[in-house]
């Protein structure tokens, strides 16, 4: 509570220290570094991290019961807040024509009624349209049915397993020459460390199969 007090009596201040001693033996270790680090050859606590630090241990004292407030126990009577019944009922004409409710209770209940009545046959109606959702068991409640999955085509399983027609010679040809790409692609594959026409043709070979292979 000491550092509580010293942090509530610098909220106004615009430092970033604070240069009061305050007893940090709440704190854990990572909390303590965090504080007492200067920055930009300050000295002090940090009053930012001070603040965090004060109040993030005084919300979980307050969970665990360790503080409590007082006359934080006691409640105001909410019923005082309501308006009169006198005034209810001078405001009860207006508000019911605003939400298109009847003023009576009798009125009230026999609206609840009919609206229940109406949505009652529209589903009743609907019920053959849709005889392969719902069903109605021996109580007479609508029971969903449980949805069956469908049948997942082969294509859809294994798309790596359907075989794809051989690109012809000329065809590969084609792709070599109109992509342009192929010296750029074995040159970066290419370590500085390797030379000879061997080599670099091989490399070649293999650059322009991967390269027909993805068009």
């Not at 105001?76 to 309501?82: K, N, S, T, V």
């Not at 409640?141 to 075989?163: Q, Y």
């Not at 460390?193 to 080599?199: D, F, M, N, P, V």
Request: aromatic share 4%.
């Amino acid at each position: 509570m000491a550092a509580l007090r010293i942090v509530l009596r610098h909220e106004q201040d615009h430092n970033d220290t604070i240069a009061e001693a305050v007893d940090l033996s709440f704190a854990t270790a990572r909390w303590r570094r965090l504080i007492t680090a200067r920055a930009r050859k300050q000295t002090g606590l940090q009053r930012r991290e001070l603040e965090a630090c004060v109040f993030t241990h005084l919300a979980a004292s307050l969970r665990a019961g360790d503080v409590a407030l007082v006359g934080g126990d006691s409640y105001a009577d909410y019923r005082e807040q309501l308006l009169p019944w006198t005034e209810c009922q001078q405001r009860l004409p207006t508000y019911c024509a605003k939400v298109a409710l009847p003023e009576t209770a009798t009125g009230l209940v026999q609206a609840v009624k009919d609206e229940l009545t109406r949505v009652a046959a529209e589903v009743d109606a609907a019920l053959p349209t849709l005889k392969d959702d719902v069903t109605i068991n021996a109580e007479g409640h609508p029971v969903l049915k449980r949805v069956v999955a469908k049948e997942i085509p082969a294509s859809a399983v294994a798309p790596g397993t359907l075989a794809r027609p051989p690109r012809t010679v000329p065809e590969t040809a084609r792709c070599v020459d109109q992509s342009g790409t192929v010296d750029a692609l074995h040159a970066s594959f290419r370590p500085s460390r390797w030379h000879g026409a061997e080599t670099q043709a091989g490399l070649r070979t293999v650059s322009a199969d991967a390269l027909c292979d993805g068009l």
